[in-house]
């Protein structure tokens, strides 16, 4: 079983940067791919990026890309989300997800665990 806990979130101004962490509890951690996904008020929840077990390979949705950075420290157990040059249509609760495999690319429906989610507010 693995929890994950998420922290960072918070209200910043349009053109501003947040950094997300998310902390993991359980073993082989180093056995996950991780993602982040995010729900807007009213929407469904959409995939932001995702990071492979190893760290080699990554993969943003396309209205991050060039703004946000995902990056892992196995020995730390945690899985960041660098957020730079915000929009306010990045305001949205932000979910950390992780996903039993090996593989580079793990489809969004292969997540199995969640964090709770923590809030992103991007002003004006």
């Known amino acids: 079983q693995l929890q994950l806990v998420e922290s960072g979130g918070g209200l910043v101004q349009a053109g501003g940067s947040l950094r997300l962490s998310c902390t993991t509890s359980g073993r082989a951690f180093n056995m996950y791919a991780m993602g982040w996904f995010r729900q807007a008020p009213g929407k469904e929840r959409e995939f932001v990026a995702a990071?492979?077990?190893?760290?080699?390979?990554?993969v943003y949705a396309d209205s991050v890309k060039g703004r946000f950075t995902i990056s892992r420290d196995n020995a730390k157990n945690t899985v960041l989300l660098q957020m730079n040059s915000l929009k306010p249509e990045d305001t949205a609760v932000y979910f950390c997800?992780?996903?039993?495999?090996?593989?580079?690319?793990?489809?969004?429906?292969?997540?199995?665990?969640w964090g709770q989610g923590t809030q992103v507010t991007v002003s004006s």
């Open positions: 997800a992780a996903a039993f495999s090996h593989s580079d690319y793990v489809p969004p429906s292969r997540y199995d665990y």
């Open positions: 990071i492979s077990w190893s760290g080699g390979y990554t």
